[in-house]
């Protein structure tokens, strides 16, 4: 199953703890949605102030990104630029 | 208040113009003549984007008043080239790519055609004290003073510099 | 398709073309904001507060109003109020009530040069003096300017409904401190127990402005059934067209905003501060409305950077191994929530292999304008602590400074302190150029110091199109949506040539306006010739399937007896039949007859924009007597991915490397007692001219990104990020002193060592 590692306070605050998480998941989008519905709350904050780095690569607003079994899922702030 | 009536020569030709007393020769380029190359980034007289030569001197045109070209000989961006003929400082400014915006560019051409025409062989040092009253802020200016050298080399007729 | 090939197998790219846009540059056609005019077109003038913190009681127009020639004033009366949330529009989420309170002051002034009203009027002079007619009353308030002041109880709050986010338990009482953001890895009491060495800093940095030449500027007209145009200079003409139709509550399709030339942006042209004041003026007046910031505006009023406070803790073992690092930031984020201290928090350490680290931002509000992004945002400042310490900790474990960074530095699979791990990374490959760069083994004189440093941004893909189209002729016309600030409708043009198989001169480069070509996100992020030439590229590539299925027609064969070659139609070998290669030309001749016209729009979402990584060398000589400091020589070594068009890639080093310059020298916010901007000017706030800088000598580095078609990584901002620490790692080298305080300007430098002299 693919691993979400939660290392900032941004996701930090609603994980209760958590660290990491195992979740049953083949896609970001579907990823989101289980996240909320384990931790409410985390998928607005995830949707609206973050973005995921999928095995090293980061994706901003990619609901369709694809998870592989073993895949790592780290959220990160939203990043802008200049 | 009436306005004032200017007769010029710009660019070669014979310009007249009305302005107010407060009205600068870059207000009048830009809003009276529709020569909107000289650019405004400051109207202090500190970036030199609306440098203009005026009777073979180089003045920032925010500095000087519309009425003070009475009687006077002003070049503009709009004239350095040569009808479709660039001016070899403008040439080497594309080869050099010593742009990137391009907002400062017009005063940097104007500038370093001054330059040029006081003095042809300029050092890598006097060029950049002479467009020192010229800001850029995309280049680093590393580029502009390439071209700068190279256009100098070529008008001095000798082989590519840089 | 793939073209990350050999550039010996390219036509194109990695060539140096003059640029499309060029002859109009260098001759002064380009028409940049305020070059515009509309018939029937008058002036906008902004009235703006004279104090930091003000609480507006009442405003009276009438005398302006009264005067002949003002056909219009505005104040936040005239906005709709907007709620305090987040909201989406496509360029991201954004605080649309701060954006609104930020163009035009709503209740209180929260810094000076605040705008509180604006008017239309028929001449510039008359506007100028509707502007001091407009009677404003004030009931000052105590202000805060520093960061520290700002978030010490008691201070001034400068928003009643500002809870911390980002603490548990939520604080009972509001502050100035608008969010507290943290990172941990690992361990790092004990990684700290196991070090060797410890260093400590407390560095700062004050705010700067990305000073662009061409000041703000727009033109705005509006007809009586709603529909608007907007002209302005920005970095993002569908961000104009959102965040002022999200200001204004007008619809998107009732707007359409044309991209002008832009003379610099850096950042700073990311938000909007004129747009939506000139159209609801144009609206009010019935006619056209331009309007330009003045430089002073410019300063008090748009951009910044933020400044910040920095405390870095570093422990390594005595081989040089990094065992755990600290780092606290706070961040001015300006009257508004939103400094980047998101960037700040991951920037500055991510280039390194720490097993223990702990981060803490403060994102911080204080009476001074809203905070812009300036290139790489966040990252420069949080570097120049970090790079700053590591010289530091290299003197003091007596080690090579490069040596330091070689054994510490992430490769391919180092898993960062904010969790991410890196993949592709060229950051070894950079280092190793630095090592084999004749400047670093260079000899120096007495009085002459030499520093490095090393500086990382993510850069960003997102979402972009691109159109290309064949004209009749054969000639092709590009369109992306994305303005040119730096080149890069040249590397747009050039991508698609070299799909296409075309010389460059047969490509035309446009940027279109929001009604021309899809949805793109603003140029910023160092994305557009990453994520808009990779929708030019896909067009491009559907172009050629095109004229593949028309050559086919033409000869009545099957489409894959059809190749692509050096721009023509060819038959694939015997079997297909004898034909004479076709041309562009010669296919777009019978377009009608074949399906109709042949082009492509391509709308994507890029992802996996490749991380970037610049080492600098810096060598000074400081003058003791008068604290100043000249640059002697500086090298700037990136991986850029693949240089589509090198000359302008080296142009975004060598001016990234200036600005970081200037940072470290000269610029800063100067504020007098009563918090008013005492240096709103190009004469008091200096930035670099020619005279002050040497050559720049720009490395590049390609380590091609495989997301990418051509394997570009963004450049743009990662040459902004070491600078600061490369010069004062080098005054510390050529004088011993640690300058922990930005920026190195005489006075301080002289203090400094006039301390040090006291010390004995």
Redesign the interface.
Known sequence: MPKV??????AL?FTEGRTELEVAATSFRKLVRELDARFPGLGEQVE??MAV?I????????YN?PLAEGS?I????????? | MSKHHVTTTINGEAVEFLCETQETLLDVLRNTLNLTGSKEGCASGDCGACTVIMDGKMVCSCLVLGVEAEGSSVTTVEGIADGETLHPVQRKFLEHAALQCGFCTPGFIVATKALLDANPNPTEEEARYWLAGNLCRCTGYDKIIRAVMDAAAEMRGEARAA | MNYIVPQSELKIVGTRPVRPDGVDKVTGRATFGADMTLPGMIWGKVKRSPHAHARIVSIDASKALALPGVKAVVTAADFPEIANEEAFVGEGPMNFRDLSRNCMARDKALYEGHAVAAVAATSQAIADEAIELIDVRYEVLPHVIDVEAAMAPGAPVLHEDMFTTGVEPKPAKPSNIAKRVSFTKGDVAAGFAEADVIVEGRYTTQPVHQAYIEPHACVAAVSADGQAQIYSSTQGQFMVRAYSAKVLGWEIANLRSYPMEIGGGFGGKTVVYLEPLALLLAQKSGRPVKMMMTREDVFRASGPTSGAVIEVKIGAKRDGAIVAAREVLKYQAGAFAGSPIGPGCMCGLALYDLPNVEVIGYDVVSNRPKVAAYRAPGAPITSFAIESALDELACKLNIDPLALREMNGARDGTKTHYGVTHKDIGFLSVLEAARSHPHYKAPLQPGQGRGIACGFWFNIGGESSGAVHVNEDGSVSVVSGNPDIGGSRASMAMMAAEVLGVPMDQVRPIVGDTASIGFSFLTGGSRVTFATGMAVTQAAEKVVDQLKTRAAQIWDIPVDAVEWKDGKAWPAGLNAGAFEPLSVAQIALKAGRTGGPIGSEVSLNAQGAGAGFGCHICDVEVDKETGHVKILRYTAIQDVGKAIHPAYVEGQIQGGAAQGIGWALNEEYIYDKNGKLENAGFLDYRVPVASDLPLIEAVMVEVPNPRHPFGVRGVGEVPIVPPMAAVANAVRSATGLRMEHLPISPPKLRAAVDAEAKAG
Request: aromatic share 6%; no cysteine; proline share 3%.
């Open positions: 590692v939660f290392s900032g306070s941004g605050r609206e102030g780095a095995d090293g690569v980061i994706y901003q607003d990619a990104a790592e780290v959220l990160i702030p939203k990043i802008g630029g200049g």
